[in-house]
Nanobody, 120 residues
Framework: QVQLVESGGGLVQPGGSLRLSCAAS????????MAWYRQAPGKQRELVAR???????NYADSVKGRFTISRDSAKNMVYLQMNSLKPEDTAVYYC??????????????WGQGTQVTVSS
């Protein structure tokens, strides 16, 4: 059973920082792109940042220069360092990964989400 578990969300003041972590576990053969998405109330889920197995990254324009995605492939972990947080960054953040299991299937997996609230 493959699963993704996020941690690190919380309440932070504008201008503050948070670091999100996501751990993939289970019968994993390989993981290709890993990504962070977010969904604010009343809005569609949007891509925040993505990182490939070759550590190529891309970011939403709204977070460029403030957020940094990284991964530890040996530990099947992906991280999102969020600096200079703004109230508009408030959302539930979801980890996403394309994972090939020992069964040979490559499926898209999602974490359960972690709440990030930016407010004074």
């Amino acid at each position: 059973q493959v699963q993704l578990v996020e941690s690190g969300g919380g309440l932070v003041q504008p201008g503050g920082s948070l670091r999100l972590s996501c751990a993939a576990s289970g019968n994993i053969l390989s993981i290709s792109p890993m990504a962070w998405y977010r969904q604010a109330p009343g809005k569609q889920r949007e891509l925040v940042a993505r990182i490939t197995s070759g550590v190529y990254t891309n970011y939403a324009d709204s977070v460029k220069g403030r957020f940094t995605i990284s991964r530890d492939s040996a530990k099947n972990m992906v991280y999102l360092q969020m600096n200079s947080l703004k109230p508009e960054d408030t959302a539930v953040y979801y980890c996403n990964a394309q994972i090939r299991s020992v069964k040979g299937e490559t499926l898209d997996y999602w974490g359960q989400g972690t709440q990030v609230t930016v407010s004074s």
